[in-house]
C-alpha cells in the first residue's frame, strides 16, 4: 500500500520530471541520497532501541555510499569493523572463537556498556589469586576465594545469538517514509538550477 503511494507521487510528477531533462539524473541521485541518509538516521537511532547499551562506536556502525549521476542507487551498509560483531544481532547464528576461545564474563566487572575492558584478561590474570584452566569440565578464568573456586570468566567454543537487531526491516521503513518526498524536493531543486 504504502508502495503504491511512492509509484502515484512519482507518476503524478511525471510532467515535471519531463521538464528536468538533463538535469534528472542529477536530482535522482541527490533523491536517492537524502533517503539513503534518512535510512542511516533510522538505523542509528534504533541501535539502543534494541541492543543493550551499544558503544560510542557501534552507533557509528551505518554508512552510506551516495547514488550518482551515472550511478543510480545508493547504498546504506554496516561497516566492516562493527560488521563483524553486528552479523549476529541482525541475523542471528553461531559465533564461533577467532582465536581459542570465546570469552564469556560470569562474574567480573564490566564497564557502562556492559562489556569487558580492553586488556581485562590479561589484568586478571596477572593476579595471584586468578587462575585459567578447568573446573569440573569447565573452562574458563576463576578466583580462589578460600577453599572455594568461583567461575569469572567462561570459555565457549561457541555462542549461539538470536536476531535481534531488524536491519533490512527498519532501511526499508525509513526507504518508503522518505524515498517521494526526497526524490520530489530533488528534483525541484534541479529544477531550479538549471533555470
Known amino acids: ?27 535522482i541521485a541527490k533523491g536517492l541520497t537524502a533517503t539513503a541518509k534518512d535510512a542511516q538516521a533510522a538505523l542509528g537511532k534504533a541501535l539502543p532501541e534494541n541492543l543493550d547499551r551499544p558503544t560510542p562506536f557501534t552507533m557509528k556502525a551505518f554508512g552510506v555510499e551516495p547514488a550518482t549521476k551515472q550511478k543510480q542507487y545508493a547504498k546504506v551498509f554496516i561497516k566492516d569493523d562493527q560488521e563483524k560483531y553486528l552479523q549476529y544481532q541482525v541475523g542471528g547464528g553461531t559465533r564461533t572463537p577467532a582465536r581459542r576461545a570465546v570469552v564469556v564474563p560470569k562474574g567480573v566487572r ?21 587462575f585459567s584452566g578447568k573446573v569440573k569440565g569447565v573452562a574458563g578464568i576463576y578466583q580462589r576465594k578460600g577453599t572455594h573456586v568461583q567461575l569469572i570468566v567462561s570459555y565457549a567454543d561457541r555462542v549461539q545469538y538470536k536476531k535481534r537487531f531488524p536491519f533490512g526491516d527498519i532501511g526499508q521503513a525509513a526507504v518508503r517514509a522518505s524515498s517521494a518526498k526526497n526524490l520530489i524536493a530533488a528534483i525541484d531543486a534541479a529544477l531550479a538550477s538549471a533555470r
Do not use: C, E, W
Request: hydrophobic share 45%; charged share 25%; proline share 2%.
Open 1 to 27: 500500500m504504502i508502495i503504491a503511494s511512492v509509484k502515484h507521487d512519482l507518476l503524478a510528477n511525471a510532467l515535471k520530471f519531463k521538464k528536468a531533462g538533463k538535469q534528472l539524473p542529477f536530482g
Open 110 to 130: 564490566l564497564n557502562q556498556y556492559g562489556n569487558m575492558t580492553r586488556g581485562a584478561i590479561k589484568k586478571l590474570l596477572a593476579r595471584k589469586d586468578v
